[in-house]
Structure formats: structure tokens, C-alpha cells
């Protein structure tokens, strides 16, 4: 079955302890990137990724580190969270011309920070 | 102004009406459009890309207006199941940029 995993679904921290969620994907995409969602503001681009190797800023990419490595996996970094990084995080695979296309998303990570 | 403007609603809805929703788009350089359906808290899923000469999908119909730089996407005979939020998302910079609205919420009710 095709799908897009993230770990953790649901998590609450506190202040600067690192933490990372991971994406992964089964469809063979070339094409990864990281939402977060908050009440008013809708899905903002943290990073995007073009292929293993390959990442670049969204809109919203400053308190965030990504990797691409391999194809599959494309984990989001937060070196020192903050409470302003409270929101619900999305992860969407493509194929390469993806955004021409649709654009898969994994089921959602709450992050709480405190 | 923001890239991309919706009306978040709530429309409510009785089971079998009409309704439509509007989204408008600030960039005139964006290339592609789209509808996405997103279930409370749920991941967003595509309900329909929108062409220039307009698109039907069942009881769903999306139109494009270039000239106004606004997106419109129509719902027939809505049924319960119909109610979630819908996310106009508009594709700019290069191919390589998606922009979300945030959301127009539609509640049907019996």
C-alpha cells in the first residue's frame, strides 16, 4: 500500500530539547516537503527537497534543519524547539514534477512545545 | 496582501444545496491551481486540479478566471460527507512553490 509515515504522531517537549520527525514514503518520490499548520495561517512551506541531496528553504524555514540522504526518508530537525513552534506538521511526497500533480501528505504530527 | 485569500466560513449548508466558494490569488505569474480537501485535523487530500476552460468531477465543478486572478469551485446536491474544510492551493515560482489558502470550512447539515 502507498503511504507516507511520520513519527511521532502526537508529542510534547519542552523548551531546547531536540527533537527530529521523521517522514517516510514507499512510492519511489523524488519529491519531499514539510508543512506546519496553525489556526488563521493555513499550510506554510518549512522545506522542500528535489531529491536525495537536495533541500531547500520554504517559507517558513528558520528554528528547522532537514536531510535528504535516501529517496525515502526525509527527516525535519528541531535543534532547540520553542513554544512558537507549537503546530500541527504535515510531511507530502510527489513525484519529481510534483507540483504540477498531487501531492501526497502523511497523516500529521501535533507538537507541543512547552 | 496574502497570496492567497479565502473565505474561511463557515458555510452551513442544508443536505442537497448548492454552494460555492471563491479563492483569489495574488501572483498573475501562477501556473497551476488546485482543490484540496482537508478532514478535520486530517491530512489534506486532492479533490481536483482547476483548468483554464473549467472541470467537472461528478457533483464538482471548478472554474479559473485569469483575467480576475480568482478560482471558484461549486458543489452540487452537497451531501453530509461533503463537510470539511476546502483549500484553495495555487502553484507559483518556477513549478516549484505551493501555496495553501487557509481554508474555507463547509458544514452540511440535515
Known amino acids: 500500500e502507498a503511504q507516507v509515515t511520520q513519527n511521532p504522531r502526537y508529542l510534547i517537549t519542552v523548551t531546547g530539547k531536540k527533537l527530529t520527525v521523521t517522514c517516510s514514503q514507499n512510492?519511489?518520490?523524488?519529491?519531499m516537503s514539510w508543512y506546519r499548520q496553525d489556526p488563521g495561517l493555513g499550510l506554510r512551506q518549512i522545506y522542500y527537497s528535489m531529491n536525495v541531496e537536495v533541500t531547500d528553504k520554504g517559507d517558513v524555514p528558520e528554528g528547522y534543519k532537514v536531510s535528504r540522504k535516501e529517496k525515502r526518508n526525509f527527516p525535519l530537525i528541531l535543534e532547540s524547539p520553542s513554544p512558537n513552534q507549537t503546530s500541527l506538521y504535515f510531511c507530502?511526497?510527489?513525484?519529481?514534477?510534483?507540483?504540477?500533480?498531487?501531492?501526497?501528505f502523511g497523516p500529521g504530527t501535533r507538537l507541543t512545545v512547552l | 496582501r496574502k497570496e492567497v485569500e479565502q473565505d474561511p466560513g463557515p458555510f452551513n449548508v442544508p443536505e442537497g444545496a448548492t454552494v460555492a466558494f471563491n479563492c483569489t490569488y495574488s501572483n498573475s505569474a501562477s501556473q497551476s491551481f488546485f482543490w484540496y480537501r482537508q478532514d478535520c485535523r486530517k491530512e489534506p487530500k486532492l479533490l481536483m486540479s482547476v483548468y483554464s476552460s473549467g472541470n467537472e468531477d461528478g457533483r464538482f465543478t471548478a472554474q479559473l478566471n485569469r483575467a480576475s486572478q480568482y478560482i471558484s469551485l461549486l458543489i452540487r446536491d452537497s451531501k453530509l460527507s461533503d463537510s470539511a474544510t476546502y483549500l484553495c492551493v495555487v502553484l507559483t515560482g518556477g513549478g516549484n512553490k505551493l501555496t495553501f489558502g487557509t481554508g474555507t470550512q463547509l458544514k452540511v447539515e440535515l
Open positions: 512510492m519511489n518520490h523524488e519529491y
Open positions: 507530502a511526497t510527489g513525484p519529481r514534477e510534483s507540483s504540477y500533480n498531487e501531492q501526497f
